[in-house]
Structures are given as structure tokens and as C-alpha cells.
């Protein structure tokens, strides 16, 4: 028999837009591949990044540590 246990924690995350330059270093190091360039332009003329999914995201952060201009971090928090 499989238990399969329910994730009680999501993650998300939290984009400056206007802080992005666009260097995708956030996409590249996500090891869920939660995130993509947006095909939006901010005011410099950059593609910051998006979350494709929600259930993607596991709240790690590895975005915010690699982003160099602090414009991302993820979170956990509880499932409703
Ligand atoms: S918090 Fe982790 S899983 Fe979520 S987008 Fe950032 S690197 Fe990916
Ligand atoms: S790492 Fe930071 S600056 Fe680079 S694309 Fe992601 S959010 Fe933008």
C-alpha cells in the first residue's frame, strides 16, 4: 500500500520588478524550474522573472541567494 503524505507547506516567492536586470540567474539556479522570464519589460528595460507554478515552488530561496540586485526570495508557508 502507498501513504502518500499531503504537502502541508508551499512556497512562493516575492519579485521587485524594478530591481531585475534580467539575468536570469534566478531561472537558471531555481532546482524546481519554478520560475521564467517574463516577456513583460520593467522600466529599464529588463524581463524579470515570474513563477510559472505555484506548486512548483518550494519556498527554498535559492533565487534570492544567487540574485545579485535582491530583487526575489521565496518563502514557505502554511497550506490553507
Ligand atoms: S524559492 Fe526555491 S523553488 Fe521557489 S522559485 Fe525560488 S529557487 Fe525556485
Ligand atoms: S537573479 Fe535577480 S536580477 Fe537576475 S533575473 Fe532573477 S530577479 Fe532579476
Given at each position: 500500500m502507498t501513504v502518500t503524505?499531503?504537502?502541508k507547506v508551499i512556497g512562493s516567492?516575492?519579485?521587485?520588478?524594478e530591481r531585475c536586470?534580467?539575468?536570469?540567474f534566478c531561472v537558471e539556479f531555481c532546482p524546481t524550474h519554478a520560475l521564467k522570464l517574463s516577456?513583460?519589460?520593467n522600466s529599464k528595460g529588463y524581463h524579470p522573472p515570474?513563477?510559472?507554478s505555484r506548486e512548483l515552488c518550494?519556498?527554498?530561496d535559492i533565487c534570492g541567494i544567487v540574485c545579485p540586485d535582491f530583487a526575489i526570495y521565496g518563502?514557505?508557508?502554511k497550506k490553507k
Open positions: 503524505k499531503e504537502k516567492v516575492v519579485i521587485t520588478a536586470k534580467g539575468c536570469g516577456e513583460q519589460y515570474v513563477l510559472i518550494n519556498g527554498c518563502f514557505m508557508k
